[in-house]
């Protein structure tokens, strides 16, 4: 590494202007982080060279520094957190301090309204993690508790996920919130005004490494509604271009997975709302670089639109914190229950085969004997819930018995529009988690 040279007296002082308190750095598969330290040091009179340390490691030079007093440079730092230190090389005085900072996994934030936080009820990190979780909004870099949306009002379901996910996984975490509410999936493509907005906002947090764990993505509702002028309307094929090229477009620039969660349903339009549900969820085998993030078909948002109040939260984080352990903290991430065949076995009957066990809750937990969500399609006519006169769920199989007969060369739906919001669905026995959304299945 090379030396760095600037003069100084005895009384020489230290400033650090990089990193501020709760920087986190991103470590690498190693478990170490490039520790990235600018500042300036005053007092000119002779040549002395700038060293570093993090959480009380060795002590390493920096690899830059000016004539005006100038330097910068980059240190190794294992997991953990701590205090960066600088000083002169070799000289025990004076040393100046910044902390608490951070190697462990950052997350930059992006999408609309719902990613950046709605909520009504703040949360505080506990005192009982092993590391204060951190977030930067606002181009500031603070401690990981409510409000944590970008105007610094309301709550997100990131703090929740800090304190779910940093005492399990013993690491320090932290997001960068760049969310923006009422946004559409065009803007997120590189390009877009907040794809870029996004890009600036990580620049200005990690001081230009860029380095992060993941992107987690939260967006659709716009692209439902004509709220937007650049709204894709629902459209399947159009959403699902535009976000294939999102996830590609932050995979390249950041070398990082995307988490793309599927929205729960908007309002009217069954159509548009299966549109964008169900390009969320092909991406994710589709597209080499996104993964399965929150999935919220069952949740019914506190106002429709927006998850609000604690239990609302606390739902909607639960399945952030389970999408983004399955996809980066498991080495062998769990594939939801799969559909392998619907079947008529009588006039009335249709069974549903998956491959794995499951049991029937509503999204706040509650267990039900009596999953919902179904519909049947044929031509003209559409058999649903309420035409369903018994359901059993056993293991792997759910059998439904219709109080009319299901039609010939008819197609089957689990999920479409609220068909099984705020409703019991079925899970994933192991999990918890709701099965996959069907669309136009054919039945045997």
């Known amino acids: 590494m090379a030396t760095s040279l600037v003069t100084a007296t005895p009384g020489a002082t230290i400033a650090i202007d990089y990193p501020q308190p709760y920087v986190l750095y991103q470590r690498d598969a190693d478990g170490k982080g490039d520790v990235r330290i600018r500042g300036t040091l005053t007092g000119v009179t002779e040549p002395c060279r700038v060293e570093a340390r993090f959480s009380e490691g060795p002590w390493q030079t920096l690899d830059a520094a000016t004539e005006e007093g100038r330097f910068a440079g980059t240190i190794v730092g294992l997991t953990g957190q701590g205090r960066v230190e600088v000083r002169r090389a070799g000289q ?3 040393v100046t301090s910044v902390e608490p900072v951070a190697v462990g996994d950052l997350f930059l934030v992006t999408g609309q309204s719902n990613a950046d936080g709605r909520g009504s009820v703040n949360v505080t990190l506990a005192e009982t993690n092993p590391f204060v979780g951190v977030k930067y909004q606002g181009d500031t870099w603070s401690r990981g508790d409510d409000p944590s949306d970008n105007s610094g009002k309301h709550a997100s379901p990131w703090p929740i996920v800090l304190n779910e996910l940093i005492p399990e996984q013993k690491v320090p975490m932290g997001f960068v919130q760049a969310a923006v509410g009422s946004t559409v999936v065009r803007q997120w493509r590189k390009g877009g005004s907040y794809y870029e907005r996004a890009m600036k906002v990580l620049h200005s947090a990690t001081d ?25 309307l629902g459209d399947y094929q159009q959403y699902k271009t535009h976000l294939i090229a999102m996830a590609d477009d932050f995979h390249n620039d950041l070398k990082a997975p995307v988490l793309i969660g599927q929205i729960t349903n908007l309002g009217p339009g069954r159509s548009r709302n299966d549109g964008v549900r169900q390009a969320q969820q092909e991406i994710w085998s589709e597209c080499p670089h996104a993964l399965p993030g929150a999935v919220t078909y069952d ?13 609302n939260m606390k739902a909607f984080a639960g399945r952030w914190s389970y999408a983004i352990r399955n996809a980066l903290y498991t080495k062998s991430p769990q594939r939801p229950p799969q559909l392998v065949a619907a079947k008529r076995t009588a006039n009335t009957d249709l069974q549903l085969t998956y491959d794995r066990t499951l049991n029937v809750s509503d999204w706040q937990g509650k267990a039900s004997d009596r999953p919902a969500g179904f519909r049947v399609v044929a031509g003209d006519v559409s058999l649903g819930d309420t035409d369903i006169s018994s359901t059993s769920v056993s293991g792997k199989t759910v059998l439904l018995r219709f109080s009319k007969p299901v039609p010939a060369a008819a197609r089957f739906f689990y999920g479409s529009g609220n068909d099984a919001q705020n409703k019991p669905v079925l899970r994933d026995a192991a999990t918890g988690q709701p099965v996959p959304l069907q669309y136009d299945v054919p039945i045997k």
């Open 299 to 311: 949740i019914l948002p506190t106002d429709g639109v927006h998850y609000r109040d604690a239990a």
């Open 208 to 232: 230009g490494s860029m380095a992060v764990k993941a992107v987690l993505y939260y967006q659709g509702e716009n692209d439902i509604t004509h709220h937007n002028h650049l709204s894709v």
């Open 92 to 94: 025990s005085e004076p």
